[in-house]
């Protein structure tokens, strides 16, 4: 029987960025590279500010994450009204947009991405753009 046990629930207010690569012959070489380093730490922040004193989560980790997509100001008022928690479904592809949020919840929410053994990640337009994180620890088989 599966028990799900502790919990942590974090919201960043932060535009969804997909991760980039990061070097080109072992130097850096894209201007994304910096944007990305910073969108790691601020997610890194946020996640220190919302987890104060709660430990690091062992063993198995099932992660939930909702990616709120900024609507395009191009699109008229009816379509940006009619896509409100509609399905994204152009770039970042999902697992980039899990990679960065990974990346930067090592060493915070848990000791290594490698305890996930589940994962959920949802892509929808949102009002205001930001990332609503999920974590539990699983317990049994």
């Known amino acids: ?6 919990a942590i629930k974090l919201s960043i207010p932060i535009e969804p960025m997909g991760a980039v ?3 080109g012959r072992g130097k850096f070489v894209k201007p994304n590279a910096q944007r990305y380093l910073a969108y ?3 997610i890194q922040w946020k996640a ?5 004193e709660k430990t690091l989560l062992d063993g198995p980790i099932a992660v939930e994450i909702w990616f ?7 699109w008229s008022k009816k379509k940006q009204v009619a896509a409100l928690g509609e399905y994204h479904i152009k770039k970042p592809d999902a697992d980039n ?3 960065g949020v990974f990346d930067a919840l090592n ?9 996930v053994s589940k994962v959920t990640a949802i ?12 974590v539990q620890e699983l317990k049994g088989t």
Do not use: C
């Not at 060493?107 to 305890?115: E, G, I, S, T, V």
């Not at 892509?123 to 999920?134: A, F, Q, R």
């Open 40 to 42: 790691k730490s601020f």
């Open 97 to 99: 947009l899990v990679k």
């Open 68 to 74: 709120k997509m900024p609507i395009p100001k191009s």
């Open 1 to 6: 029987m599966r028990d799900r046990t502790m």
């Open 123 to 134: 892509k929808l337009y949102g009002e205001v753009p930001g990332i609503d994180i999920t």
């Open 21 to 23: 690569r990061m070097t």
């Open 107 to 115: 060493k915070l929410a848990w000791h290594d991405d490698n305890q």
């Open 48 to 52: 220190k500010q919302q987890l104060k």
